[in-house]
């Protein structure tokens, strides 16, 4: 089932989620940089111009296979790209959905993230058949523990040694939230 982009951006603070174009690839370099984020993501630990655009073409696929969304997180004022924002919808049949985000270190500490998770939540909300979305967080990650609170995420749990990361079992922190109302 091919998913419809939404006729307006979702939106919330300083950003909007849009989706991906070809110049955001300094964005996906500057992911591959980061010592984390390709080893939970789709990033390629290196990165040149044909990987990066390979990458982008990955995530615009999201939607046209049905599976989700991966949404380019862009500065409202300069709609310069500062992340990502995705919602895998592969149990959507159940009512659910795992989000997820990631910003690019020289943008980090600025609310980026926290606007991007409300906007993708709020999104989210719009998909009738929706009813949960879930955040996996490893528990050192306080930042990330962090932006899951400020968005409305309540813990709910630890997955004990629920996904592997780097060759390593990993626990992961549970946060969800629920439709309003």
């Known amino acids: 089932m091919r998913l419809t982009w939404p006729s307006e951006a979702p939106s919330a603070g300083s ?37 990066a655009a390979a990458w982008i073409s990955r995530q615009l696929a999201r939607a046209e296979q049905g599976t989700g969304y991966s949404f380019a997180v862009a500065d409202k004022r300069t709609d310069r790209a500062v992340g990502h924002a995705g919602l895998s ?9 795992v989000g997820g985000y990631s910003i690019s270190p020289p ?9 991007a998770l409300i906007a993708l939540t709020g999104f989210g ?13 490893e528990p050192w990650n306080i930042a990330s ?6 968005a409305g995420y309540l813990r709910e749990g630890l997955l004990r040694s629920h996904q592997e990361i780097d060759g390593v079992r990993r626990d992961m922190a549970l946060y969800a939230a629920l439709r309003p109302g």
Do not use: N
Request: positive net charge; hydrophobic residues 40%.
């Open 15 to 51: 950003v909007l989620l849009r989706p991906w174009r070809a110049i955001d690839a300094r964005l996906v370099a500057e992911f591959a940089s980061d010592s984390y984020i390709p080893t939970i993501g789709s990033v390629p630990a290196q990165v040149d111009d044909d990987k």
């Open 89 to 97: 919808l592969r149990a959507l049949d159940s009512g659910r959905a």
């Open 107 to 115: 943008c980090r500490g600025r609310g980026y993230a926290k606007d």
């Open 125 to 137: 909300w719009s998909i009738p058949a929706l009813h949960r979305i879930e955040l996996y967080i």
């Open 145 to 150: 523990i962090r932006t899951a609170e400020r």
